[in-house]
């Protein structure tokens, strides 16, 4: 069993040569900047301000790595398609992730966050093909649950599984970091591919 409250922030790598090798399983967690990335993480690991939560989305700049109980990392990538950030910021972020995700074996476990509200965004589709790509296994959480109506949240969750083209076997958790709602499913899951 992981204890899931047990989290420590080990480093942010900026470049190739700075990425975690230790054999480790990885959960990879991935997702547009105002999606809630951090919020997420934060939620499953029962913490108020650990990974932070930047009032400007696209704060996060480098992957950075916790070690949860000593046995696995939640890496947190940075977040994606928001524009105020340099051309030459973007293509060093662009290039940072191209590399982290080439490198065979570092990735056990992609986790592409989603906002439960919205169709994703081309730059989800793109996310989720590289995650597609790796071969390992993939969860889709759909963020901010909280904000929709009962009655809307089937049908937006069949817009995410269309536009993703999600095979029926893979796994899409309604969560909602806000209220705790998809918390010990998704940390289920986390657990089983990991230990």
Not at 69 to 80: Q, R
Not at 104 to 128: N, W
Request: hydrophobic fraction near 40%; include cysteine.
């Amino acid at each position: 069993m992981i204890n899931f409250n047990k989290a420590d922030f080990v480093l942010s790598a900026v470049k190739r040569t700075t990425f975690i090798r230790d054999g480790k399983p990885q959960v990879t967690f991935a997702g547009r900047s105002n999606v809630g990335k951090s919020s997420v993480i934060n939620r499953l690991l029962g913490r108020k301000n650990f990974a932070r939560v930047g009032a400007t989305p696209g704060k996060t700049t480098q992957i950075n790595y916790f070690l949860i109980d000593g046995k696995i990392y939640f890496t947190d990538l940075p977040g994606y398609g928001y524009a105020k950030v340099s051309k030459d910021e973007r293509d060093r972020w662009g290039r940072l992730m191209e590399d982290y995700f080439q490198e065979a074996g570092l990735i056990t476990l992609g986790v592409l966050i989603v906002d439960a509200r919205h169709k994703p965004t081309a730059d989800d589709v793109t996310m989720c093909d590289w995650f597609k790509a790796t071969g390992c296994p993939m969860i889709v959480v759909a963020n901010k649950l909280d904000k929709l109506k009962k009655r809307e949240i089937e049908p937006n969750l069949q817009v995410i599984r269309d536009t993703l083209e999600l095979d029926e076997n893979a796994v899409l958790v309604p969560f909602s970091a806000e209220k705790g709602t998809g918390k010990n499913e998704l940390l289920n899951l986390i657990g089983q591919i990991c230990d």
